[in-house]
């Protein structure tokens, strides 16, 4: 009880780590200009209005700031009571996709939910909660079953059911690594590294997409106009761009050369643009990010807001490395948006409530 009220009497007097705020909103406001960048051409063929999709993401960027704002004076502690339910709701949303009239179905995948004006994808919702959830269930260094049985379902849901590998992915990742920062027995890990590449080669044989993408991984210019046109695309991309880039707005491959130049590849565009030296910058700014997010969660007062720290850091740097990898053919191209630079209103949402809870924790952590 003592512990708590110092805490909160912390979080009242204390300053949120602004390094990492002027950082995030550095990234944003970065986004911003990429997303307007890119998306004029998409955004007229698709809807005859060029700012379409830059009107819609200032529309997120709105609400993410003013969240990012409420969660960095909302008490990091009270997220422990709300844990469940915050997660429960979020798993009936996961589900919700598959409800007609609300789910919406593209490219045989069900991903997205439509509630009223607002498009949401879920899964990046779920991602969030899920490491709320987490952190309540081992911060008293218990729950092993509670754990795989919310790892099973989710995977499930999103690898299965919504056919999501990105995400299945990024999801597993980070909260597995949080099982283990929360000081589960590395032999755990060891037993289920065999079971998790059987279901991953399972999860990807059987789908023709998969393997192709497997296979263009494999060699990106084994089929330039078929299953590898992407990559192949991309990695156009990036190599025109040099050393210092063609010069923002001069892309050539945004005029719908690239599939998901707005989203998933946007990082190509980018460096098409502004080059290596601006592809550099863009991943020193993430680094930092995720330094000064590691840093938070190791200096946080209690064991709940270090392993809430240490999640959320976590899910924002694999995201982030998934993104940039794929990019440059290190892994298979996997469908994750680049925190804070891609458009998409539900995973910038996220992301920035993650940051406001991370300034939260920043406010007591011991710097």
């Not at 002027?22 to 960048?37: E, P």
């Not at 392993?307 to 053919?329: C, D, K, P, R």
């Amino acid at each position: 009880m003592r512990r708590s009220r110092a805490v909160i009497a912390t979080l009242k007097s204390a300053k949120a780590d602004l390094s990492l705020l002027i950082t995030v909103l550095v990234l944003t406001l970065f986004g911003l200009i990429m997303v307007y960048d890119v998306s004029i051409v998409q955004a007229y063929q698709d809807f005859g209005d060029k700012y379409f999709y830059i009107k819609q993401q200032l529309i997120w960027v709105s609400l993410g700031l003013f969240c990012l704002f409420f969660f960095s004076h909302f008490n990091y502690l009270n997220l422990r009571k709300l844990a469940v339910p915050l997660f429960m709701i979020s798993l009936v949303l996961l589900l919700a996709v598959f409800v007609p009239g609300l789910g919406i179905a593209a490219g045989g995948a069900h991903r997205w939910l439509k509630i009223g004006p607002l498009t949401l994808q879920p899964a990046e919702i779920i991602k969030l909660t899920s490491i709320i959830f987490f952190a309540s269930l081992f911060e008293k260094k218990s729950g092993t079953t509670g754990f795989l049985i919310v790892l099973s379902i989710v995977t499930f849901i999103l690898g299965i059911l919504q056919k999501d590998l990105g995400s299945t992915i990024v999801f597993f990742l980070t909260s597995s690594l949080i099982f283990l920062l929360s000081g589960a027995p590395l032999n755990y890990f060891i037993l289920a590294l065999p079971v998790t590449l059987i279901g991953f080669v399972g999860f990807v044989l059987p789908s023709p997409y998969r393997r192709q993408r497997i296979l263009a991984f494999l060699d990106p210019q084994s089929d330039p106009t078929g299953y590898s046109y992407h990559i192949s695309q991309v990695l156009i991309a990036l190599g025109s761009g040099g050393w210092t880039g063609l010069g923002i707005g001069q892309s050539l491959q945004k005029f719908e050369y690239i599939p998901e130049v707005t989203t998933d590849s946007i990082f190509a565009i980018l460096g098409e643009e502004f080059g290596f030296l601006g592809g550099l910058f863009l991943i020193l700014l993430i680094s930092f990010l995720i330094y000064r997010g590691f840093t938070i969660a190791h200096n946080a007062h209690d064991r709940f807001g270090q392993l809430l720290g240490y999640g959320l850091t976590l899910w924002l740097g694999i995201q982030a490395a998934l993104n940039l990898a794929a990019m440059v053919a290190l892994v298979p191209l996997t469908g994750v948006p680049l925190p804070f630079i891609s458009y998409g209103g539900s995973a910038l949402l996220a992301n920035l409530v993650a940051v406001g809870i991370l300034l939260n924790i920043s406010r007591t952590s011991k710097l």
